[in-house]
């Protein structure tokens, strides 16, 4: 008999990669990486064990996206948004860590 839980996602997550940067609530630097996925509400991040260990349940992320010009449909640059977020699981994928990440909300 196997057991099925429920998919706790509400979100599709789509394949992305974008530069993120990591801090600890304190503002420390942590590592600088790109994220695996990406949905609405979270990030998927793959990372050394080493810096993943590192990781605490809150943080802040910057994560750099692509600029859209509904004007211009050539648009290029980037746009950075910082996010509170927390780790919602670590998972070892391989030599890296998959680290998921529920973004909170904006930081000003």
């Given at each position: 008999m196997s057991v099925?839980?429920?998919?706790?996602?509400?979100y599709?997550?789509?394949?992305?990669s974008h530069p993120v940067t990591v801090w600890d609530r304190r503002g420390r630097l942590l590592v600088r990486t790109r994220t695996s996925d990406i949905s609405p509400n979270g990030l998927l991040l793959?990372?050394?064990?080493?810096?993943?260990?590192?990781?605490?349940?809150?943080l802040v992320v910057r994560v750099s996206l692509p600029a859209i010009?509904?004007?211009?449909?050539?648009?290029?640059?980037?746009?950075?948004?910082?996010?509170?977020?927390?780790v919602v699981h670590r998972e070892?994928?391989?030599?890296?860590?998959?680290?998921?990440?529920?973004?909170?909300?904006k930081v000003g």
């Open positions: 099925h839980l429920a998919e706790r996602r509400c599709v997550r789509l394949p992305a793959l990372l050394p064990s080493e810096k993943a260990d590192k990781v605490p349940e809150w010009s509904f004007g211009n449909h050539g648009g290029r640059g980037t746009r950075s948004v910082r996010y509170n977020a927390r070892p994928t391989g030599q890296l860590v998959s680290v998921g990440l529920e973004l909170l909300g």
